[in-house]
């Protein structure tokens, strides 16, 4: 799977599958399109449309928060072992197979109204989503000739981004046009295209039965379900107050006991999967901080932009989407380009840098946030956090890749998609967390300078109250205090969501002080061709420059 196990410059073709090469690799990369996209857009759309999908299946706000959480913690529980079991199994039967059975359910649930019977489905479900986009680095590195690495590993890099600025706006159409229901049947549609073209574009792969005889099955597992349980922990805290829910300290113990345990299976077991000294590669090491930062810096697209749009200026995810889709999204059809052009000719640290450099010039502007803010305001932010989105993780994973061992391939697939998928998830339940307790925090230091009987508020009260009289003289007073109680916790809210940007801000900061002690990758597939003006200029006009 890792670059090094490429054949030498000479040649145009990676290390191939063992059944052989890819019929058509044209279909593979289709492939890598649906099953990345696929898996991103269904994450988001249950999330940000979790409110319908309260409506629809009757469900109390406990409940609908227990539906999120089943449906992204199973997909952390598979998704780590999916580079070790297409390895074992072949991508045919990992990636085709699933897409077909995922197919089914996404048809059958909007029929569901027995909630336990939801909850099954709901997992069953994410740990199928959980397949695809492991597997696609898999179809790139096995399936593809060299000089598609890099534009297929960008289509999986700016997944994430397109995803996070177009989903709200598919939220939208869906709920207002199509109904509910295809939150979940997109993927009816666009699982059995995948599943053709995985089947069209990777040979068909014999079962590897010497690596299953020594798989390490219970590192698997217990790797796994301490990811998962971990992340339902942290998921579930914000709404349950932490250390005062016994299911959330149930769970975040019961993740740590199982992490301890994979530790000490990993050091005891023969062939261990995913041992985790591949970490203290200094490179490899970093190069997985980076992502998380980066994926945590990045909530400020995934988490404040849309959620103040929502919770301040209160829009619909149709009003809201058009910003990130517009000037979020589709800028990307022209930057991603430009980030693949530039790693050519360029060390991936300069192009990481830029991107991360403007994520954090994106947050600062966000600092600047007040409560009069509209939709049109952000767009300088969300255009900023689109250039974000296409120079920084696509990067980041050429650097992983450009510094891996084709020895521990699929224990790097293992880490990289803990800190891809669950650093994602775990990130946003800790950003709300954040903004609770800021907001918590500064409306009691507002609170504090409002006092009963002090001139100034009483002024306040006077003038609301008078405006409240013609709607009624014997509610105006209370419909005052009650107005003034708003505008301060909408303040409050206003200042923690600066919080918020300035948190992401220093990320940031802390993912370029890490990018700086990243050291040059050994020569391979990525390495960037510095391009030469005199060769350029000889090209073009056959004579040297005067």
């Known amino acids: 799977m890792a670059p090094n196990d490429a ?20 279909f593979a990369v289709g ?3 649906l099953g990345s996209f696929l898996a991103n857009f269904d994450s988001r759309l249950t999330s940000v449309g979790l409110p319908d999908l309260r409506g ?37 039967r990992v990636l085709g197979i699933p897409s077909l059975i995922y197919a089914v359910i ?10 336990p019977t939801l909850i099954a489905l709901a997992i069953v479900h994410g740990m199928l989503l959980g397949t695809f986009v492991p597997a696609t680095l898999m179809i790139i590195f096995r399936n593809l000739p060299i000089r598609w690495w890099l534009p297929a590993i960008s289509i999986y890099s700016i997944r994430v981004g397109f995803a996070l600025d177009s989903s709200t706006s598919l939220v939208g159409f869906y709920v207002e046009h199509l109904g509910w229901q295809w939150l979940y049947w997109q993927g009816v549609v666009l699982a059995p295209l995948m599943a053709l073209m995985v ?22 597992l217990l790797l796994g379900s301490a990811v998962s349980m971990i992340y339902a922990g942290l998921d579930q805290g914000n709404r349950l107050d932490w250390l005062q829910s016994g299911t959330v300290m149930a769970l975040l113990a019961s993740g740590a006991v199982l992490f301890a345990m994979f530790l000490v299976n990993e050091t005891l077991v023969r062939q261990p999967w995913a041992h985790f000294n591949v970490l203290f590669s200094r490179n490899i090491g970093i190069s997985l901080a980076v992502i998380l930062l980066y994926t945590l810096t ?18 619909r995810p149709e009003q809201s989407g058009s910003l990130l889709l517009i000037y979020g999204a589709l800028p990307m059809i022209v930057l991603v380009p430009l980030s693949i052009a530039a790693l050519r000719h360029v060390d991936p640290r300069v192009v990481v840098v830029l991107g991360l450099a403007t994520f954090a010039a994106a947050n600062l502007l966000g600092t600047q946030l007040t409560h009069a803010w509209a939709r049109e305001d952000f767009i300088p932010i969300v255009l900023l956090q689109s250039i974000g989105q296409a120079f920084t993780l696509l990067p980041i994973i050429i650097m992983a890749l450009s510094n891996s061992d084709p020895a521990r391939a699929t224990t790097f697939a293992a880490y990289i998609q803990i800190m891809r998928l669950g650093g994602a998830e775990i990130g946003v339940a800790l950003m709300g967390t954040w903004l609770r307790v800021r907001e918590q925090v500064h409306s009691a230091y507002l609170g504090l300078n409002i006092q009963s009987g002090d001139p100034d508020v009483m002024r306040v009260l006077q003038r609301l109250a008078g405006y409240f009289t013609g709607h009624g003289a014997g509610q105006a007073k209370a419909r005052a205090v009650g107005t003034l109680a ?19 801000f220093w990320l940031a900061i802390a993912a370029l002080v890490l990018v700086a002690l990243i050291t040059r990758a050994p020569p391979g597939p990525f390495s960037p061709t510095p391009i030469s003006l005199r060769s350029a200029w000889l090209r073009r006009f056959g004579s040297s420059p005067t």
Request: aromatic share 10%; hydrophobic share 50%.
């Open 298 to 315: 990045s909530l400020s697209n995934a988490s404040l932009v849309p959620n103040f749009l929502g919770t301040i200026t209160q829009l």
């Open 7 to 26: 054949a030498p410059a000479t040649s145009d073709r990676g290390p191939l599958s063992r059944g052989g090469i890819a019929p058509q690799p044209l």
């Open 199 to 220: 089947y069209l574009g990777t040979p068909n792969e014999p079962v590897n039965r010497t690596l299953i005889e020594d798989a390490d099955w219970g590192g698997m």
């Open 56 to 92: 629809a299946f009757s469900l109390s706000f406990d409940e609908g928060a227990w539906l999120s959480t089943a449906a992204i913690g199973s997909q952390i529980l598979v998704a780590p072992a999916v580079a070790w079991l297409a390895t074992a199994f072949g991508l045919r």
């Open 106 to 115: 996404s048809l059958i649930i909007p029929f569901v109204h027995d909630y």
């Open 31 to 33: 492939a890598v399109l």
């Open 486 to 504: 708003a505008q301060v916790q909408r303040e409050a809210n206003v200042l923690a969501y600066i919080d918020g940007f300035w948190l992401c």
